[in-house]
Each structure stands twice: as structure tokens, then as C-alpha cells.
């Protein structure tokens, strides 16, 4: 007699209750409910979705970093054999950051793209203190950027600054050529007594050190040669040929900027792939936890659902049975 009833009841009822109706008041039931450890019970196709995304990107991480890698071995061993180029000079002509001129120039170089951690950050951070201790009422301080992420945060305060932008820096494999014309670009459109170039020196593959070198205009080592400073001691060498003291000068000075900038362009390269390589493993790691905790997520849910349906069988059952 129940079961004759409840066929009855079953089949006036059909037509008003469709089985999109029972699974949209069935979830709208379920998301307003806690599901077990205070997470909300949610689909369990989004987490499927979810899951997959997060998949997707730990592969992307673990490709870059392993292109990162192979680039750091590459560019590591020409930075360090570059650092024999400037070392001659800086032992004749010397390094004096504190040297104070009227005409200063800061050369910030950084990277065309992103996903390297702060390296960009530091580069611009250094270039606009510097810019800080080199001001004053008679003096002129202007930038000549290398590289388009620190042009991107230089231009928001800084526009009228910069002297020389130049961008894609790295889209052949560097090399002395290519940095020399650079340099000597950089010369002819800029006026200075002193060129300070902020770079990132590297280190090793998790650290690398914000590092200036200053290299002066020849008439300013002259004046430092005269007042009896650091550079004193030129005036002990012995000029052979038919030059004069300023155009030995003048050649040493443009030497020394395109050996300096060839080796800090290729340390904050080197820094650059090493600061990649650190954020993708960094990426990769978390995108693992992520996907524990989702998969976590996805089996309590599956499992809530499966009880869910458990009961409701068990309910109907027992409701048949009375």
C-alpha cells in the first residue's frame, strides 16, 4: 500500500519537479553549508579545473627555469672573464664614487623582461639614491637607461631625466662589438664629468650585490690628477709618441667605459637568469604546494558528496521500507 502510494504521489509530482530544479536547490543547499575543517563543500569540476591550470603552470615554471639555467652556465663564464678587462684600469685611472662633480650621468641597467624577482627593483632603487647624493643647487644629474623595465619605473617621476633610453639590449648574444657601439653612442649624446653605472653584480645563483662604478670625464681626472687625490700618479708615467697628456686621457677614458659597461652589462645579465632562475623554482615549489592542498580540497568534497548520496539513498530507503 505505501509503495502504491508513494508511485502515486511520484508521478503527480514529476511534472513540477525537473532534475535541473533538484540540483540547483541541491547546491545552493550545499554551498551555504561548512563542509568538514571549515572549508565550503564546492563542485568538484572546479577543482578539477583548478587543478589542471595549476598543473599547466608549475610545467611552465619548471621549463623556464631549466631555460634559465642553461642561459646562467652560458653568460656566468664571460662575466668572469670580463672582469680582467676593467681591473688594469681601475688600478691606473682608479674608482672614485665620491668624486664631486657638476655633471653626472647614471647609467641603470636592468632587464627587457620580467619574472626575475627584485633585480630590476634594486637597479632603480640604487640609481635614485645615487641621483639623491649627487644633487645639489649648481649640478646636473641625468639617467641613460639600459634595459625596459627600469625605463617603465624611471619614467613615472623621472621623465624629463632621462637623457637616453635604449631597449632590447639583450636580443643577440652580447659581445665587445656590439657594447662598444653602444658605449660610444652614449658618449657622443651625453655631456658628463662623471658616468656612474649601476649594475648588479653577480654572486652566485640566490644572491648578487647592487654595485656603482664611476668612470670620469678626462678633464675631471685631470683635476683630480692636479689636486694630489687618488690620481696623483699619473703624472709619473711617460707619455712616448707625438700625443699629449689629454688625448692619452681622452683614449683611456673611452676604453675604460666600454670595458666597464661590457662587464656590467654582462654581471647583471648573469644576475638576471640567476634571479629567474631562484623565482621559477620559488613558482614551482608553491604551484606544488597549491595543487596538494586543491587535491586535498577535491577528495574531501568528492567524499562529502559521496556520503551525501549515501544518505539519501538510506533515507528513501528506510521511508519505503516504513
Known sequence: MAMAALRREGRRLAPLISPQSITAVRSSVISQEQAPLGLRSISTQIVRNRMKSVKNIQKITKAMKMVAASKLRAIQVRAENSRGLWQPFTALLGDSPSVDVKKNVIVTISSDKGLCGGINSTSVKTSKALKKLTAGPEKETKYVVLGEKAKAQLIRDSKKDIELSITELQ???LNYTQVSVLADDILKNVE???LRIVFNKFQSVVSFLPTVATVL????VEKEAESGGKLGELDS???EGGETKSEVLQNLGEFQFSCVLFNAVLENACSEQGARMSAMDSSSRNAG???DR?????NRTRQASITTELIEIISGASALEG
Open 171 to 173: 636580443k643577440n648574444p
Open 237 to 239: 708615467y711617460e707619455i
Open 289 to 291: 604546494d597549491m595543487l
Open 294 to 298: 586543491l587535491t586535498l580540497t577535491y
Open 192 to 194: 658628463y664629468d662623471a
Open 217 to 220: 670625464s678626462p678633464e675631471a
